[in-house]
């Protein structure tokens, strides 16, 4: 009988570490208020950053540090991160009973080191659909040097991200340094587009190795760029297809689209009509991003559309078009863009506008890294007699 008591107790004591575990993970803490013990129930605010050990203020107080889980009472909070030498992050939170709420926060440095990558003199980069290359030409070196290059963002060279380009053309076979190029819409081929005394010529080109002899599609350039559409079309439809039914038919009915999220899970649009969107997760998630939402869409205004939580953010108002080059940084939590001849960065819901980049840049060439820990410019950093170069700008 002894015995089968203190199975029974030893049970019993598991049962209630195992309810007190479940309880205490989803936020419910012991509290003592006027002689008596009372079970209260609070929320989880999980704040992490990059780089980490930034200092965690909760209106106003510093409370901790991340990486770190804290635990506040059910209402709105005002949750600012700092860290020394970095912009700091701030954003109202929501956090409710029994659920957990992030603060998950990149955090770009206030003076970011600037790194040349290119020597030789740059035209009119252009960047492939994976966004993993940038092709660009090189003039006013000798003949051998000049030509198309294709610097590999996934290349990982031992001294100086210098060693990343290379020449892919030659001007041997056609006047490369001033062609046109353009992109295929899988990154497999580039069309280089020549014009000399009135004669327009374009050649075929393989990124990954040197072309010796580029061939010649200047009859069959029509029939190879309607495989680049076919190629397209498919690769959209396809992409549309991962998306749930219902949010497709929200797609189709009022986004123009723009770009997806590198994970596509986000996509940054600008509103074809003026609608309310409908609601598809119903009923609405819990523990999501507490940012005010806007599902009254205006025509030509710019929207990012968080298929994963039905949520839908305004970026650019139609009345308002300051915003210029706006792209996602490939981390898909960011959007980078252009305005008054600076760089900026702010989160998929607008929030955070962070200019990141007051320097001397030509042409809006701006282009994400594809690990998201730089941004790639054209600029000659303002000497008009020097030709300009690919340079990183590094955010972390």
């Not at 899988?186 to 005394?197: F, H, K, R, V």
């Not at 409908?278 to 609405?284: S, T």
């Amino acid at each position: 009988m002894k015995k089968v008591a203190l199975t029974s107790l030893v049970l019993g004591l598991l049962i209630l570490v195992t309810i007190g575990v479940v309880l205490y993970g989803r936020g419910y803490r012991f509290s003592f208020d006027n002689g008596r013990a009372d079970l209260a129930g609070t929320g989880l605010l999980v704040a992490t950053s990059s780089p980490d050990g930034a200092q965690v203020f909760i209106n106003d107080h510093l409370t901790t540090a991340t990486d770190n889980t804290i635990n506040l009472s059910p209402g709105e909070y005002n949750v600012r991160i700092v860290k020394e030498g970095f912009f700091s992050w701030q954003k109202k939170i929501i956090i409710e009973k029994g659920e957990v709420s992030k603060a998950d926060v990149l955090l770009f440095p206030t003076a970011p080191k600037l790194e040349s990558i290119t020597n030789l003199g740059v035209n009119d980069p252009i960047m492939d659909p994976s966004r993993t290359k940038i092709a660009y030409t090189v003039s006013g070196q000798i003949a051998k040097k000049n030509g198309v290059y294709i610097l590999d963002m996934t290349n990982r060279p031992i001294l100086t991200l210098q060693g990343a380009s290379s020449q892919i053309a030659d001007e041997s076979i056609a006047p490369l340094s001033s062609a046109k190029l353009s992109w295929a819409p899988d990154g497999s081929e580039l069309i280089a587009s020549t014009s000399a005394q009135a004669v327009s010529s374009s050649y075929l080109l393989r990124p990954t190795s040197f072309n010796d002899n580029p061939s010649d599609i200047t009859a069959t350039l029509l029939s190879v760029e309607t495989e680049w559409v076919r190629i397209k079309t498919d690769r959209d439809r396809s992409q549309m297809n991962s998306l749930p039914s219902k949010i497709r038919a929200v797609v189709r009915n009022n986004f123009k689209v723009v770009a997806f999220a590198d994970d596509d899970s986000k996509i940054l649009y600008e509103a074809s009509n003026s609608a309310t969107l409908p609601i598809i997760i119903n009923p609405r998630l819990i523990g999501v991003n507490s940012t005010p939402e806007k599902r009254d869409i205006k025509k030509g205004s710019i929207y990012v559309y968080d298929a994963k939580e039905d949520r839908n953010y305004l970026i650019r108002d139609a009345l308002n078009p300051e915003i210029e080059s706006l792209m996602w940084l490939p981390d898909s939590e960011h959007l980078i863009y252009v305005h008054d001849k600076n760089i900026n960065i702010m989160e998929f819901d607008a929030a955070n506008d962070t200019k990141i980049y007051a320097g001397p840049f030509l042409d809006k060439y701006v282009f994400p890294w594809p690990d998201s820990s730089k941004i790639v410019i054209l600029t000659n950093l303002g000497n008009t007699n020097t030709p300009p170069n690919l340079y990183t700008i590094s955010l972390k």
